[in-house]
């Protein structure tokens, strides 16, 4: 049986890029370049089809950045070429991001016929004080304009991106959104905190009015009894779907799976004769269609095993599931020992239960994921990763 693999597809650009965004996005120019951007995606396939090998592409997911300003012809001529170089799955998931304020009329009709077969609406509140603060393009009317052409383009199949613990948002505030959201009656709903992330505006001066700890909490639990409710099953930290509806794509790299990273800044990962690879792109957009010199790639690195531990947990315990472990020693080529350290001590302090050889975090553990993510972490004597 053929292994399965995913592909990221980076399409860096956005009409402006939002003060609380860390990603590797860009202000668009008044022209993008899209032929020559797909034009690079393909060369820049065509330089990991060595790693890909006899895999099966299972899903293709077009992150940014703000995919939906590219037309559907360029979504659809690389799924071409990926198709021609690629074994592509009969059923694979094909998922864009879309922000509500760039969707013309009639696009998702478009994007529908080229392939794609799921999208993650960036939303994130149905309040339009709150979406200003956010820097965001889109109004609350937007969001269900966006979602009606989504039903009508034959897409059933969507996300709905939600934040909580917004500058002057109470508990009130934050639970309107999400019932908003799910009468919009998406298939998959992201939860997620607001995070001032280094180096972004937010950051370097924080918004007024922010949340506290104690505040965003009680949001959080508030709005995961709604979501509940309303039948989806989290099974990550802030993903939530209704039966079936889980993210394929998302999984795939929660469960140590093999993807690779296309586009300017992606990143990748594939297991090759039983060591895993880490690949990066040229991060700058112009650098990256210039080709580098004839290549994309600015560093493929082997993940040393002493790695290995804290890569694998760092995914697999967002899952509210868990992992077990005898998928860790098939994933990593290590034996469960090499968990034996952290695994023992977090135990004891109540932050992972260990349940008929699987793992996972208990309430208390997800509450303090990063912290107990970073027990994981291998000694600093180990050293760096050596290049492959």
Same mark, same amino acid.
């Given at each position: 049986?053929?292994?399965?693999?995913?592909?990221?597809?980076?399409?860096?650009?956005?009409?402006?890029?939002?003060?609380?965004?860390?990603?590797?996005?860009?202000?668009?120019?008044?022209?993008?370049?899209?032929?020559?951007?797909?034009?690079?995606?393909? &060369?820049?396939?065509?330089?990991?089809?060595?790693?890909?090998?006899?895999?099966?592409?299972?899903?293709?997911?077009?992150?940014?950045?703000?995919?939906?300003?590219?037309?559907?012809?360029?979504?659809?001529?690389?799924?071409?070429?990926?198709?021609?170089?690629?074994?592509?799955?009969?059923?694979?998931?094909?998922?864009?991001?879309?922000?509500?304020?760039?969707?013309?009329?009639?696009?998702?009709?478009?994007?529908?016929?080229?392939?794609?077969?799921?999208?993650?609406?960036?939303?994130?509140?149905?309040?339009?004080?709150?979406?200003?603060?956010?820097?965001?393009?889109?109004?609350?009317?937007?969001?269900?304009?966006?979602?009606?052409?989504?039903?009508?383009?034959?897409?059933?199949?969507?996300?709905?991106?939600?934040?909580?613990?917004?500058?002057?948002?109470?508990?009130?505030?934050?639970?309107?959104?999400?019932?908003?959201?799910?009468?919009?009656?998406?298939?998959?709903?992201?939860?997620?905190?607001?995070?001032?992330?280094?180096?972004?505006?937010?950051?370097?001066?924080?918004?007024?009015?922010?949340?506290?700890?104690?505040?965003?909490?009680?949001?959080?639990?508030?709005?995961?009894?709604?979501?509940?409710?309303?039948?989806?099953?989290?099974?990550?930290?802030?993903?939530?779907?209704?039966?079936?509806?889980?993210?394929?794509?998302?999984?795939?790299?929660?469960?140590?799976?093999?993807?690779?990273?296309?586009?300017?800044?992606?990143?990748?990962?594939?297991?090759?004769?039983?060591?895993?690879?880490?690949?990066?792109?040229?991060?700058?957009?112009?650098?990256?269609?210039?080709?580098?010199?004839?290549?994309?790639?600015?560093?493929?690195?082997?993940?040393?095993?002493?790695?290995?531990?804290?890569?694998?947990?760092?995914?697999?315990?967002?899952?509210?599931?868990?992992?077990?472990?005898?998928?860790?020693?098939?994933?990593?080529?290590?034996?469960?020992?090499?968990?034996?350290?952290?695994?023992?001590?977090?135990?004891?302090?109540?932050?992972?239960?260990?349940?008929?050889? &699987?793992?996972?975090?208990?309430?208390?553990?997800? &509450?303090?994921?990063?912290?107990?993510?970073?027990?994981?972490?291998?000694?600093?004597?180990?050293?760096?990763? &050596?290049?492959?």
């Amino acid at each position: 049986m053929r292994r399965s693999l995913a592909v990221y597809v980076h399409l860096p650009w956005c009409v402006r890029k939002c003060p609380y965004c860390d990603f590797n996005s860009h202000q668009a120019p008044a022209r993008l370049p899209e032929d020559a951007y797909v034009e690079a995606l393909c &060369r820049d396939l065509d330089c990991d089809l060595p790693l890909a090998g006899d895999r099966v592409v299972s899903s293709v997911f077009f992150g940014g950045g703000t995919p939906s300003l590219f037309k559907s012809a360029s979504i659809a001529r690389f799924l071409a070429e990926l198709r021609g170089r690629c074994h592509v799955a009969s059923d694979v998931e094909v998922t864009l991001e879309a922000n509500p304020g760039t969707i013309e009329r009639g696009r998702f009709e478009g994007y529908a016929e080229a392939g794609v077969n799921r999208v993650s609406l960036g939303a994130q509140s149905f309040c339009a004080s709150a979406l200003e603060t956010l820097g965001r393009i889109h109004v609350p009317a937007d969001i269900e304009t966006a979602v009606a052409d989504l039903r009508s383009a034959g897409i059933g199949n969507f996300n709905l991106d939600l934040m909580y613990g917004l500058p002057g948002q109470g508990l009130d505030a934050a639970v309107a959104d999400v019932r908003l959201a799910l009468g919009l009656r998406p298939a998959h709903l992201s939860h997620y905190q607001l995070t001032l992330e280094a180096g972004t505006p937010f950051f370097r001066q924080p918004p007024e009015r922010l949340p506290d700890d104690d505040a965003t909490l009680e949001m959080q639990l508030a709005c995961q009894e709604v979501i509940a409710g309303a039948g989806f099953g989290q099974y990550e930290v802030s993903a939530y779907a209704l039966p079936g509806r889980s993210c394929r794509h998302n999984l795939a790299y929660w469960t140590f799976g093999d993807y690779l990273g296309l586009g300017a800044g992606a990143h990748g990962k594939v297991t090759m004769d039983e060591a895993v690879l880490r690949t990066e792109r040229l991060r700058r957009p112009r650098e990256y269609l210039a080709g580098g010199g004839g290549s994309p790639v600015t560093r493929r690195r082997r993940v040393e095993p002493a790695e290995l531990p804290f890569e694998y947990a760092l995914n697999a315990l967002r899952l509210t599931g868990g992992f077990e472990l005898g998928h860790f020693e098939s994933a990593t080529g290590l034996p469960r020992t090499a968990l034996s350290g952290p695994l023992d001590s977090l135990t004891a302090r109540g932050l992972l239960e260990l349940d008929d050889e &699987r793992v996972r975090p208990t309430l208390l553990g997800f &509450r303090f994921l990063n912290d107990v993510q970073q027990a994981f972490l291998p000694d600093p004597e180990a050293g760096p990763g &050596r290049a492959a």
